[in-house]
């Protein structure tokens, strides 16, 4: 049984820093890829990016392009999101994904994920 556990969340002032971590656990998890989505009061969950395990190719949603940052550590099997110049529209609970099976470059559906974290608040304040 795979679980997802994710950290970091908080409050912060626009233009602020936060670094999100999600830990991978389970007997012989192997991901394909890991991401992070969102999701906002009275929104759908959204894409915000995604890491490929194999060759840590990087995806991005526009919105965050240049502002946010994905990592991982293949031997912790964490992945990271480094937020930087955040916005009040960057509110949102922000859940960990991971899956393992390959679905090509498809990394920004949600439904090609079934494991799932319980979800972290990112709150940021004009």
């Known amino acids: 049984q795979v679980q997802l556990v994710e950290s970091g969340g908080g409050s912060v002032q626009a233009g602020g820093s936060l670094t999100l971590s999600c830990v991978a656990s389970?007997?012989?998890?192997?991901?394909?890829?890991m991401g992070w989505f969102r999701q906002a009061p009275g929104e759908e969950r959204e894409f915000v990016s995604a890491?490929?395990?194999?060759?840590?190719?990087?995806v991005y949603a526009d919105s965050v392009k240049g502002r946010f940052t994905i990592s991982r550590d293949v031997a912790k099997i964490t992945v990271y999101l480094r937020m930087d110049s955040l916005k009040p529209e960057d509110t949102a609970v922000y859940y960990c994904?991971?899956?393992?099976?390959?679905?090509?470059?498809?990394?920004?559906?949600?439904?090609?994920?079934?494991?799932w974290g319980q979800g972290t608040q990112v709150t940021v304040s004009s």
């Open positions: 994904a991971a899956r393992t099976y390959y679905w090509g470059a498809n990394y920004v559906s949600s439904s090609t994920y079934p494991y």
């Open positions: 389970g007997r012989t998890f192997s991901p394909d890829a």
């Open positions: 890491i490929s395990w194999s060759d840590s190719r990087r």
